[in-house]
């Protein structure tokens, strides 16, 4: 499995748009980036997953350099509600059952009013 | 859809008892996986089932740890007998993999155990 690396924790406003960079130098050519998302006392929820370029829906875009070395989730103007863990992984697809889905530290993401 | 079902949501127990927690999937998911979340450890994968067969539980800290899928309706992870250390939130989550299932992992609310 891949090893991703992400900032421990950011802090921003709200109403501002949040990038989170997640970095995976060991991608391998199979494996997609999936994000999640982890509000405190709930489990984590899916948000995005993509292989290259850029993946947009109605939550957040994650975008994909050509290297794919490194991946950026981006959550246009913030709220409140968004203060929670966002975790980056990096694996087998969605839809594979091959997946052993291991979970980093994640980025505790906090807005201020 | 009720979404997965952990129960119980809480548990305090005392050093040595056993300790079962139990998860309802959401219906028609054929993957199922067991979590260990504590601020010093981070979300920690202990064991998943594919068709309620287990596919790796290499997660497992220990023997005192064992979990059951004995249909696909409902899991069990057991611990016996039980630590402090092993105070913690254990959350279960299932995905689908056939049919119109989307992959993604869907958790439980979560167990928080409180061993003292």
């Known amino acids: 499995l891949a090893k991703t690396t992400q900032p421990i924790s950011m802090d921003s406003y709200e109403g501002q748009e949040v990038n989170i960079t997640c970095s995976h130098n060991n991608i391998a050519t199979n494996d997609y980036i999936t994000w999640y998302q982890q509000f405190p006392s709930q489990g984590p929820r899916f948000i995005i997953q993509?292989?290259?370029t850029k993946v947009t829906n109605e939550v957040a875009s994650l975008f994909i350099p050509a290297d794919r070395k490194s991946s950026t989730l981006s959550l246009p103007r913030v709220s409140l509600s968004d203060t929670a863990v966002y975790y980056c992984l990096v694996g087998a697809p969605l839809y594979s059952s091959a997946s052993k889905i291991i979970f980093g530290s994640g980025t505790r993401l906090s807005i201020r009013p | 859809d009720a979404g997965v079902i952990q129960s119980p949501r809480h548990e305090v127990t005392e050093m040595g008892q056993e300790v079962t927690l139990r998860c309802k999937p959401i219906?028609?998911?054929?993957?199922l996986f067991w979590y260990r979340q504590t601020m010093m450890r981070g979300l920690e994968l202990l064991i998943y089932f594919n068709n309620n067969v287990p596919i790796d539980d290499s997660g497992m800290p220990e023997d005192r740890f064992s979990a059951k899928m004995p249909n696909a309706s409902f899991s069990t992870l057991k611990i016996q007998p039980s630590e402090p250390r092993d105070s913690a939130v254990y959350f279960c989550?299932?995905?689908?993999?056939?049919?119109?299932?989307?992959?993604?992992?869907?958790f439980g609310e979560g167990s928080r155990l409180t061993v003292l």
């Open positions: 993509g292989y290259k």
């Open positions: 219906s028609g998911h054929n993957s």
């Open positions: 989550a299932s995905r689908g993999l056939a049919g119109g299932s989307t992959g993604e992992l869907f």
